[in-house]
């Protein structure tokens, strides 16, 4: 198995250490500092997830639990750019799954993956409220909609450049 | 009490109870797989529904609370159809390599298979197999043959452990430690008590049999076998007596059966840790050492206390385990006693313990021992030999290490070298006609708490069976709300009579009888019946320190009964 | 600043809010009152801001400064409803519908109708709003709005979404304020049970019996959650209600806190939806600044505060014990019940749990009565209800209308009907845990108990159509992929019955599907159905056996004849040149990224079904219909 390798810098650290002090004995605590520690990196590494077991005072494998039960959390960097194809049933009826296939060829890697570059990163995801515009993808916070499988070149080539 | 039907038969139950209570009264079987009485009841299974009325569905008879005039049916087509489903959905799931299995005759799922007439193919079969952990000295994951029942995640989460549990969702679910690591690589204190709860062949301990075997027929060798205290009270559960049965004549024999071996009586070496250990506590409370002191003997305890509770490594006892200085005097004392090179001595101990398979691999103890087999790997080898244990003679032990107290006897249970302890400390202090029972300290209860006058002085004693008693004592301590002299520590709840290398019981047998419980009495009854119920009586006792060790604690005891301790990193 | 001080700068802005609610003539009286000459409302929900509204408002400001503009509101606003057409804009007390607006646009109409007496554009206006003859049609008089009733989406759309002064101006509050001054617990709990209000989040459990439960529960602790982790992936009116009114949800837990006699609330929301959550953190802000949540409410001496919980993307979650231990820091895996959340809810307590839509539409009842609600809708079923209807239909959005209203005239009336005059097969209701409703029952009228009488379920409201082009044993798998991906593992019928039957389907969408994989489905089916632990495994099987019960032929066509009748499954198409229409342009074969085509300029073109990938391409670039899918 490849490992990341991880690189935090001390601001994030210290990022994290207030993020879990000021969550520090309050019930079900562990949900929104996950969310915030992964905001604060990108992604849950297993030398994150340990600092907030430790600091929460919960087991490492009950971290590790809800981390990968939820779809949410990331236990991979992601790209600089994250794509993500829209699958829920308005888009998959408009041919979301084209729209899925277009850029896992243009980038050449498929769903879930990273480019070797690290500058893209794909997924799906299920339905982000947007289903009049379906189908759409959402490249970080911007929402592309109506597309066809021929949009999707010129879409990411903006992104391309930086 | 509430009143309701069972398939028409009326029982009559207290208020809270579940289906699966009610139905036991009724004497009507409910099959069970992910509910195991004390460790998990979470209905997730899906094996135990039953019909009830005022419910939609089928509801789960585990966890199903009953009600006034509720009617349940247990044994409709529906419910007959629905277990069938179940247990071929999971076969379809399941490395179907049932003739080899470690658990093979013995596992829950192949009975329930049987039970409901269950086809192995009928949904096929996933052929991706998934990776076996198998680095652990102790444990043995096979995932590919995991049901989710989620059995053993419960019983590590009792133990206030926690090293594995569910990884992903949905179909991908898997059990495991966290990031995929080996469980080796964990703070896994190897206590088993997740194998004990496996109800298939998911789990097991890592085998030494075969080296064992290997070790037998090699004419240079000459193997002694030495059986822990409990191994008397539940090997016949692998043969199928009782449980609760003592064996220890049969046992004794069945090993001797095995090849050119000897067979001793570990007792022995209990009733030598007592010796040690009972007067490096009045040591550390006349010269104003660490106290309270905790007992040593459980080695996942200690690997407990080196990975969370590092601070408290002062307080451990210096004494070695009982096995470790059995094997110490055996490689010693016994080699130069016989003439036999330590080399070609091979020391095997029979222990109900899967942690004991790491303490045998710890360097500052010596390696003194070659191999720690399970009760359950003895019972392998016995059926192996062509043994037939039901009825083969009783045997007794080789001298010199044969006879022992009734004190080394209770080891095997909570609060039993609690008991031996004090009995030799009062005797120590308040010579004859000393007290013999030490009742507080015995049973179930979760922490337990007692006060002695020994000799004129106050002893506050505690006694923890089971991890989190274990959390909770030394917490406890940290705050300053308690003070103890003394405190006994087993890391399975129960002490060794409930050890990770104990028989697999089935959950059956377990949802309705305490097994702690049972399998104790059986070594306070052999207590009761013993000629000797102090440990300084016994006679191998007197000789060891008369022809080695001069008197506990000497510089030659320190040598080879005693230890020391590291810090272990928590993740 | 005081609630009391905020509701009397409130009362003197109601005719703001009026002004977008009265029809034309009397608005534009009304207008004078307000001080502002026009209003222009633009839709800050997710799907007008993902096609770009914010550009429209910064362009709109922009104009306004070059143009002197200073007496014309801009509004930023929740959902209008009609997302297909978005971005929205609005203008008042015209009430003039501006659709598809880009910055462009947004100049042109403030240069020629936001500008002192500038005159409607009427063609960038949205074509329903223009009669033929050249009037402009109020768009609350268009077919989409007209068949619709708004009671949960009242202010949706109407207010400014970030304004706690304009929510109390339309009304917000109110409830709260007559509950706690005229009301005791009991009478606002028989209240409710009277108008018949049913859980809007699936279930359809009777609100007002959840909060008797819970009064009753003991407990020194008790608490009230709102459940909008909207999992339907197809369903968004829980999202627009926490974008376009979020107060009202505030203030319907705060009511219901003080029936049940809790003082603490969680909402778990989404994390996908960040407008969402944004507008609720300022909402309760808001409300905690003016003294409406937090201690001694309105001086009423009750004690109620609400935090919010982020869902991290398990669909499970939006099951109530899921999303309790979800809130609690758990995986989002449901546990049996009994004991009900209202005895034993979130962290053990006594809990009571209800949908966005269900909390948006308390306030009505408290302020208009039971006895109005209960008017509405059908006899099981009061009120009415938000559908989000998408997939193949023109008018894709938000619509809220009666209980009890057919299904044509969602789709054909309000709807627009289907593109591209392509014939209607099917709406599936309720998402992945709903079912299909045929062609054949479209004057069926929808409620809770009507949906699951045809074997569909109301759900939280999601409504997909489809037309002839659908592949219905593909939906099935649509729905199945969905459910085995979103299963929690933890029950055995789930867990593996959802991987078994969606190979077996994905086996009969390949053409390797055997006579007997029917059954087998069915039997799983019936299984899951009977002995799943949670809702989630017990509803999974419903696409697949409704698909199965009206669509019997489609599986038959995939199983023994190997053909998808609607020509979606790939394995089983194959693309074909009609040599007649051919004419050798070679465009498809220099689109095929297969080089699966050959043929020299001027002469037909052919696919070889060797190296032919299905990507369709051809068929797609061919401008002489000379490609045919079979």
């Known amino acids: 198995m490849t490992q990341d390798i991880f690189e935090g810098t001390e601001e994030q650290a210290a990022a994290l250490k207030s993020c879990i002090e000021s969550h520090r004995g309050e019930e079900g605590a562990l949900m929104p500092v996950l969310h915030e520690a992964q905001n604060i990196y990108g992604y849950l590494p297993a030398e994150v997830q340990t600092v907030i077991a430790e600091g929460l005072g919960v087991p490492l494998a009950e971290v590790y639990g809800v981390a990968t039960f939820y779809s949410h959390f990331s236990l991979k960097p992601k790209g600089k750019h994250k794509v993500s194809v829209c699958l829920g049933t308005a888009c998959y009826v408009k041919g979301s799954d084209k729209i899925l296939e277009a850029v896992e060829k243009e980038l050449g890697v498929s769903c879930g993956e990273c480019t070797p570059d690290r500058k893209f990163s794909i997924e799906s995801c299920r339905c982000v409220g947007a289903c009049g515009l379906a189908p759409v993808m959402i490249v970080d916070e911007e929402v592309y909609g109506k597309l066809t499988p021929k949009d999707v070149p010129d879409v990411l080539d903006k992104y391309m450049g930086d | ?571 | ?630």
């Open chain 3, 1 to 630: 600043m005081t609630y009391e001080e905020l509701e009397k700068t409130a009362a003197g802005k109601a005719d703001l809010i009026n002004v977008r609610r009265i029809v034309r003539d009397q608005a534009e009286k009304l207008a004078a009152n307000t001080g502002y000459r026009k209003q222009v409302l633009v839709c800050g929900g997710t799907g007008c801001t993902s096609s770009h509204s914010r550009q429209v408002i910064e362009q709109l400001e922009k104009s306004f400064e070059e143009l002197g503009i200073d007496d014309v509101l801009i509004v930023k606003t929740g959902c209008f409803g009609l997302c297909a057409l978005g971005p929205i804009m609005i203008v008042y007390p015209e009430g003039a519908f501006y659709s598809q607006m880009t910055p462009e646009h947004a100049k042109t109409v403030a240069e020629k109708h936001l500008i002192k007496g500038g005159e409607i554009v009427k063609e960038l206006l949205y074509a329903d709003t223009v009669h033929a003859d050249g009037l402009v049609i109020p768009f609350a008089e268009i077919p989409f709005y007209k068949h619709q009733m708004r009671i949960a989406l009242r202010n949706c759309g109407v207010i400014a979404a970030e304004s706690i002064e304009e929510a109390i101006a339309a009304g917000d509050y109110a409830a709260l304020a007559k509950v706690l001054k005229e009301m005791t617990p009991d009478e606002v709990i028989a209240e409710i049970k009277a108008a018949g209000l049913r859980g809007r989040g699936g279930a359809g459990f009777p609100t007002g019996l959840k909060w008797q439960f819970t009064k009753q529960a003991e407990g020194d602790k008790k608490y009230v959650c709102c459940n909008a982790d909207e999992g339907d992936p197809g369903a968004f009116m829980d999202r627009s209600v926490l974008e376009g009114d979020p107060h009202t949800v505030l203030e319907a837990m705060t009511i219901a806190g003080y029936c049940v006699g809790a003082d603490e609330g969680y909402i778990y929301v989404r994390a996908e939806y960040p407008i969402a959550v944004e507008r609720l953190n300022i909402a309760i802000s808001q409300a905690r600044k003016v003294g409406l949540l937090g201690k001694n409410i309105l001086g009423s001496g009750f004690d109620f505060d609400i935090h919010v919980r982020l869902g991290a993307g398990a669909f499970v979650c939006g099951e109530e014990t899921a999303l309790m231990a979800s809130i609690e820091g758990h995986r989002g895996e449901p546990r049996p019940r009994p004991p009900f959340s209202a005895q034993c809810g979130v962290f053990g307590k006594p809990t009571v749990l209800n949908n966005v839509e269900t909390w948006a539409s308390v306030a009505p009842i408290i302020l208009k009565g039971s006895a109005w609600f209960a008017s509405i809708g059908t006899e099981k079923s009061k009120g009415t209800k938000v559908f989000a209807v998408g997939g193949k239909i023109k008018n894709v959005g938000l619509v809220e209308v009666p209980m009890g209203t057919t299904l044509k005239t969602i789709i054909y009336d309000i709807g627009g009907g289907i593109p591209g005059g392509k014939q209607f097969k099917a709406a599936q209701t309720g998402g992945p845990s709903g079912g299909c409703i045929p062609a054949k029952y479209i004057d069926i009228g929808m409620d809770f108990d009507n949906l699951t009488s045809i074997g569909s379920m109301m759900g939280s409201g999601g409504l997909i159509v489809m037309d002839e082009d659908t592949c219905m044993v593909d939906i099935a798998k649509f729905y199945l992929e969905f459910t085995a991906d979103e299963s929690c593992g933890k029950c055995t019928p789930c867990r593996v019955g959802t991987k078994r039957m969606l190979e077996i389907l994905t086996r009969i969408t390949e053409g390797k599907g055997e006579p007997e994989d029917i059954e087998k489905i069915k039997e799983i089916a019936e299984h899951m159905k009977s002995s799943s632990l949670c809702a989630l495994g017990q509803s999974a099987p419903n696409p697949i056996i409704s698909t199965m019960t009206h669509f019997a032929s489609e599986y038959e066509a995939h199983i023994y004849d190997k053909k998808c009748p609607a020509g979606v499954c790939k394995s089983l198409l194959s693309y074909y040149i009609e040599p007649r229409k051919c004419r050798g342009c070679t465009m498809c074969a220099r689109t095929c990224p297969a080089n699966a085509i050959t043929g020299v300029v001027k002469s037909v073109h052919e696919i070889d079904p060797a190296k032919c990938i299905k990507c369709g391409q051809c068929l797609e670039n061919c401008k002489f219909g000379a490609v045919v899918k079979k």
């Open chain 2, 1 to 571: 009490m509430v009143n309701l039907k069972i398939n028409g038969i009326a029982v009559s139950v207290p208020e809270g109870s579940t289906i699966l209570q009610a139905a036991k009264l009724a004497n009507i079987r409910i099959p069970t797989l992910c509910y195991l009485k004390g460790v998990q009841c979470v209905g997730s299974c899906r094996m135990c529904l039953v019909e009830a009325t005022g419910a939609r569905g089928l509801v789960a008879a585990c966890v199903y609370p009953v009600s006034e005039g509720m009617e349940v049916r247990t044994n409709t087509p529906r419910v007959r159809k629905s277990r069938k489903t179940t247990v071929e959905l999971i076969l379809s799931t399941h490395k179907k390599k049932c003739l080899s299995c470690v658990r093979s005759m013995n596992c829950e799922l192949q009975k329930l298979a049987l039970e409901y007439n269950a086809e192995e193919d009928r949904f096929g079969t996933d052929h991706d197999l998934k990776p076996i952990d198998d680095l652990s000295p102790s444990v043995v994951r096979d995932n590919s043959k995991c049901v989710m029942c989620t059995r053993c995640v419960a019983a590590c989460n009792l133990q206030t452990i926690g090293v594995i549990g569910p990884k992903n969702r949905g179909y991908v679910k898997v059990i495991g430690s966290p990031f995929d690591v080996s469980l080796a690589h964990t703070s896994c204190v190897n206590c088993g008590q997740c194998v004990v709860a496996c109800p298939v062949g998911a789990l097991y301990e890592k085998s030494s049999v075969a080296d064992v075997w290997g070790a037998i027929v090699n004419p240079e060798k000459h193997v002694v076998f030495f059986t822990a205290p409990s191994i008397k009270a539940t090997l016949g559960e692998a043969f199928g007596l009782p449980v609760g049965t003592n064996v220890e004549g049969k046992m004794v024999s069945a090993i001797k059966q095995l090849g050119d071996v000897k067979c001793f009586n570990m007792d022995i070496a209990a009733d030598l840790t007592i010796m040690e250990e009972a007067n490096e506590l009045l040591k550390r409370l006349m010269q104003g050492g660490v106290t309270p002191m905790f007992t040593s003997c459980c080695p996942g305890w200690v690997k407990f206390c080196e990975h969370y509770y590092p601070e408290f490594l002062p307080n451990l006892s210096s004494c070695k385990s009982p096995q470790e200085m059995f094997s110490a005097v055996l490689k010693t004392y016994y080699c130069q006693k016989t003439g036999i090179k330590p080399e070609d001595l091979y020391v095997v101990s029979v222990i109900p313990c899967t942690a004991k398979k790491f303490e045998i691999s710890r360097d500052e103890l010596g390696h003194y021992t070659d191999a720690a087999i399970t009760t359950r790997e003895l019972a392998k080898m016995i059926k192996e030999a062509g043994i037939d244990f039901a009825n083969i003679p009783e045997a007794e032990y080789d001298k010199p290490f044969g006879v022992a107290s009734g004190a080394g006897a209770i080891f095997g249970a909570t609060g039993g070298v609690m008991e031996a302890a004090l009995r030799t400390a009062a005797h120590i202090l308040g010579g004859e006609g000393s007290p013999i029972e030490f009742k507080e300290v015995r049973g179930t209860r979760g922490l337990k708490e007692a006060e002695y006058n020994i000799g004129g002085g106050i002893v506050k004693v505690a006694v923890a069976h089971g991890l989190a008693n274990a959390r909770k004592a030394i917490e406890l301590i940290k705050s300053g709300e308690k003070k103890y002299t003394f405190v006994e520590v087993m890391a399975c709840p129960g002490g060794c009579i409930n050890g990770g290398g104990q028989p697999y019981v089935h959950d059956e047998i377990r949802n309705n009888i305490d097994l702690k419980t049972v399998r104790a009495q059986a070594l306070y009854d052999h207590d009761r019946e013993s000629k000797y119920r102090c440990s300084h009586e016994t006679p191998a006792v007197d000789m060891l320190y008369k022809e080695f060790f001069a008197q506990p604690l000497s510089k030659k005891a320190h040598e080879l009964l005693h230890t020391h301790y590291q810090p272990r990193e928590k993740y």
